[in-house]
């Protein structure tokens, strides 16, 4: 009889151990399905937010909206480093030497561009080496050669902008740029790109 006592003394204390255990995996069970829910509802009540920026602005969503919140900011410029690079004129050796400033809707647009320097370059030095003195030397040269680098510009961040969007024949200049005007002043975070240094020898 001594030895049934402790037994049943040792067999007590792991049914009791065995349902706090199983009260804990309850419990635990429960937040982590809670947790779950919660964040299920936040992710559905942004998406539908981030796909109708990506619908206006075919894009990133926050670029867009950093546009729209400050429309009457003054804007910041974004200036890069010179660009010389050799044309692909046949008939004699000649280079292009191009300075570039962007202008951003605001600081922390020029921050995020910031980062993406070396793509940007790249992509802007492959845009100028396809050029030869003739393209570059005529004033819609020159527009297109901006939309080009502005698609450049904004291509790291998302953006992708269509060729049939640069500046048309003069007879049809006019409903281009208003389609153009009507895409891209309310999305894209770069709204110029200016030359502060044109020399094409």
Same mark, same amino acid.
């Given at each position: 009889? &001594?030895?049934?006592a402790p037994?049943a003394?040792a067999?007590?204390?792991? &049914?009791?151990?065995g349902?706090?255990k199983?009260i804990?995996?309850?419990?635990?069970v429960l937040v982590v399905?809670?947790?779950?829910?919660? &964040?299920?509802?936040m992710l559905l009540?942004?998406?539908?937010?981030?796909?109708?920026?990506?619908?206006?602005?075919?894009g990133?969503p926050?670029?867009a909206?950093?546009h729209?919140?400050k429309p009457?900011?003054?804007?910041v410029?974004l200036?890069?480093?010179?660009?010389?690079?050799?044309?692909?004129?046949?008939? &004699?050796?000649r280079y292009a030497q191009?300075?570039?400033?962007?202008?951003?809707?605001?600081q922390?647009?020029?921050?995020?561009?910031k980062?993406?320097?070396p793509?940007i370059r790249?992509?802007?030095?492959v845009?100028?080496s396809?050029?030869t003195?003739?393209d570059?030397l005529?004033?819609?040269g020159?527009?297109?050669l901006?939309?080009?680098?502005?698609a450049e510009?904004?291509?790291?961040?998302?953006?992708?902008?269509?060729p049939e969007?640069?500046?048309?024949?003069?007879?049809?200049?006019e409903?281009?740029k208003?389609?153009k005007?009507?895409?891209?002043?309310?999305a894209?975070p770069?709204?110029q790109?200016l030359?502060?240094?044109?020399?094409?020898?």
């Amino acid at each position: 009889m &001594a030895t049934a006592a402790p037994e049943a003394a040792a067999a007590a204390p792991p &049914a009791g151990g065995g349902k706090k255990k199983l009260i804990m995996i309850i419990v635990i069970v429960l937040v982590v399905v809670l947790i779950g829910a919660g &964040a299920a509802v936040m992710l559905l009540k942004k998406k539908p937010k981030a796909e109708e920026g990506d619908e206006e602005a075919d894009g990133t969503p926050a670029a867009a909206e950093v546009h729209k919140a400050k429309p009457s900011a003054p804007p910041v410029y974004l200036p890069l480093d010179p660009f010389t690079v050799n044309l692909t004129d046949k008939d &004699a050796d000649r280079y292009a030497q191009v300075g570039v400033t962007l202008e951003v809707v605001d600081q922390k647009t020029a921050d995020q561009l910031k980062a993406y320097l070396p793509a940007i370059r790249s992509g802007v030095i492959v845009v100028l080496s396809h050029k030869t003195a003739v393209d570059l030397l005529s004033h819609e040269g020159k527009k297109k050669l901006q939309h080009e680098i502005l698609a450049e510009a904004v291509r790291p961040l998302g953006y992708e902008l269509e060729p049939e969007e640069a500046p048309a024949a003069d007879e049809d200049e006019e409903a281009p740029k208003k389609k153009k005007k009507k895409k891209k002043a309310p999305a894209l975070p770069v709204t110029q790109v200016l030359f502060s240094q044109f020399i094409v020898q």
